[in-house]
């Protein structure tokens, strides 16, 4: 199994970033993928995540109406918009795959994941 992010960078506050996550190498029936973000000194949090079977989603309730998860399966990938984007969103962010069919954001119940894309928003 291949998970990997891409679409990290540097942007202002106030900004936005689209993330992807593409993951290829399995046949799961039914998979969730999720969103983590970890910053310096911090636990890795999840931000968001999406069902494989009928794109329904959870948010953390904190970042409601910033970032937007989505999904392609046609292409295997998943994208986490990000607007409106503030400082303390500066992280590591992750992507990850989930075997099974609940929206849940905890790090353990996450089976594969990928190396990151750091994303810094400085001015």
């Known amino acids: 199994v291949q998970v990997v992010e891409s679409g990290g960078g540097l942007v202002q506050p106030g900004g936005s970033l689209r993330l992807s996550c593409v993951a290829s190498?399995?046949?799961?029936?039914?998979?969730?993928i999720g969103w983590f973000r970890q910053a310096p000194g911090k636990e890795r949090e999840g931000v968001s995540c999406?069902?494989?079977?009928?794109?329904?989603?959870y948010y953390q309730d904190s970042l409601k109406g910033r970032f937007t998860i989505s999904r392609d399966n046609a292409k295997n990938t998943v994208y986490l918009q990000m607007n409106s984007l503030k400082p303390e969103d500066t992280a590591v962010y992750y992507c990850?795959?989930?075997?099974?069919?609940?929206?849940?954001?905890?790090?353990?119940?996450?089976?594969?994941w990928g190396p990151g894309t750091q994303v810094t928003v400085s001015s």
């Open positions: 990850a795959i989930r075997n099974g069919f609940g929206l849940i954001l905890l790090r353990s119940e996450y089976d594969y």
């Open positions: 190498g399995f046949t799961l029936d039914h998979y969730v």
């Open positions: 999406i069902s494989s079977s009928d794109g329904s989603t």
